[in-house]
T-cell receptor, first 116, second 116 residues
Framework: DQQVKQNSPSLSVQEGRISILNCDYT??????FLWYKKYPAEGPTFLIS?????DKNEDGRFTVFLNKSAKHLSLHIVPSQPGDSAVYFC???????????????FGKGTKLSVKP | KAGVTQTPRYLIKTRGQQVTLSCSPI?????VSWYQQTPGQGLQFLFE???????NKGNFPGRFSGRQFSNSRSEMNVSTLELGDSALYLC???????????????FGPGTRLTVT
């Protein structure tokens, strides 16, 4: 059973508008969440993260919102640019997992297309 | 600083064969994790090595194995290849044994394995 879900496989947005990418998780013990961006033929690149003790983290055009009660997080990109077109992965981890180091549990990704 | 490198970038193998993939982490990084990316399952954690020891393992069969050398370079091996093993295999490195926070994990471009 998938612990991290990105229910929209694709999203198309006009340049300059807001892009909202959503992610749901099932494991209430997850305490750290990350977003990665992936271009074709490249590995994922870290974008932004949020700890479970916060409900919002902002970095330039990117903001991540966390709603722990709903087990939901979202990534907002404002304004969207054509260069933002990529696959976005949501990931969760147990930052202090069992004495060992937590691995990342990824969603299946959402392909964002920003049209000029 | 050079990034994470993976060799080979592309590989075609026949069912039943075995394959070895290589990952060279960023200089100074001691942790290497491996992930499998498929269209159906997304990105899934295989295992993590730190200072030549496997300290975390995902839910994959024993046909998938790995090791890490004293220079932190890592290899993963898949024996008795199946068609379903066709995937992009990504490795990621990070500098320390600290909990996985702040997106400090850096991914390589991956090895595209095709099993025929």
């Amino acid at each position: 059973d998938q612990q991290v879900k990105q229910n929209s496989p694709s999203l198309s947005v006009q340049e300059g508008r807001i892009s909202i990418l959503n992610c749901d998780y099932t494991n209430s013990m997850f305490d750290y969440f990350l977003w990665y961006k992936k271009y074709p033929a490249e590995g994922p690149t870290f974008l932004i993260s949020i700890s479970s003790i916060k409900d919002k983290n902002e970095d330039g055009r990117f903001t991540v919102f966390l709603n722990k009660s709903a087990k939901h997080l979202s990534l907002h990109i404002v304004p969207s640019q054509p260069g933002d077109s990529a696959v976005y992965f949501c990931a969760a981890t147990l930052a202090n997992y069992g004495g060992s180091q937590g691995n990342l549990i990824f969603g299946k990704g959402t392909k964002l297309s920003v049209k000029p | 600083k050079a990034g994470v490198t993976q060799t080979p970038r592309y590989l075609i193998k026949t069912r039943g064969q075995q394959v070895t993939l290589s990952c060279s982490p960023i200089s100074g990084h001691r942790s290497v994790s491996w992930y499998q990316q498929t269209p159906g399952q997304g990105l899934q954690f295989l295992f993590e090595y730190f200072s030549e020891t496997q300290r975390n393992k995902g839910n994959f069969p024993g046909r998938f194995s790995g090791r890490q050398f004293s220079n932190s370079r890592s290899e993963m091996n898949v024996s008795t290849l199946e068609l379903g093993d066709s995937a992009l295999y990504l490795c990621a490195s990070r500098s320390s044994g600290q909990p996985l926070v702040l997106g400090e994990q850096y991914f390589g471009p991956g090895t595209r394995l095709t099993v025929t």
